[in-house]
């Protein structure tokens, strides 16, 4: 696998356990993809409770101005992130939409786990639509505020920007790649979309 593809298919704060479950590979691929990360300067290994080992994965290097994407993550999700570099966005303050659909664009699971939480924030729910029909993910965000309602306290989405986003056309129907949910089935096929995760992920949420 192209190793930039494979950074920002693992980016964030992974363990050898979680690479097997996001990647859906085994612990010796899994070990080998840690180690052509190590390689390009990708990945810094920390240490848990326990000295459990861990693994913070990057795509970019560090940039220094504007409004951090971790943060807001960070700030209005119950499950955190643990930032591996920087990620700004220059000369103006990020929105939790805008937000929303970062973490969606990065196709790291843990990233979309966390930005679940966010839907619970939206106060504008054309302007998600806005960028999530021009980045070509509008039937994403449906079926992830969906995922998201069902584990969430989350205010109900207005009728006009529900079916603009089930009009909309995407890219590709997996918001991860090549992974589908097991159990939340009734989603996917209500907005045509492959979700990345089953009920136990979004457990993380009653912890």
């Known amino acids: 696998m192209d190793t930039l593809k494979l950074a920002k298919r693992l980016e964030g704060l992974q363990t050898v356990s979680s690479i097997c479950k996001t990647a859906g ?24 409770a326990g000295k459990k080992r861990m ?65 619970a924030h939206v106060k504008n729910w054309q302007l998600l639509y806005q960028f999530a029909n021009k980045n070509k993910i509008g039937r994403k965000i449906g079926a992830l505020y969906d995922a998201a309602r069902s584990i969430i306290k989350i205010r109900k989405m207005d009728e006009r920007t529900r079916i603009a986003l089930a009009k909309s056309v995407v890219k590709n129907r997996y918001i991860v790649d090549k992974i589908k949910s097991r159990d939340l089935k009734d989603i996917e096929k209500r907005w045509r979309i492959y979700l990345p995760f089953n009920r136990s992920d979004l457990e993380a949420y009653k912890e």
């Open 25 to 48: 590979v085994g612990r010796r691929t899994a070990i080998n993809y840690i180690s052509q990360l190590r390689k390009k300067g990708l990945v810094k290994t920390l240490y848990g």
């Open 55 to 119: 693994y913070s994965i990057k795509t970019a290097a560090e940039t220094e101005s504007g409004q951090d994407f971790y943060e807001m993550l960070n700030k209005y999700s119950r499950v955190k992130i643990a930032a591996p570099y920087r990620y700004k966005v220059h000369d103006k303050k990020l929105t939790v939409e805008e937000t929303i659909i970062r973490a969606v664009e990065s196709g790291s699971f843990r990233i979309i786990l966390a930005a679940l939480g966010l839907f």
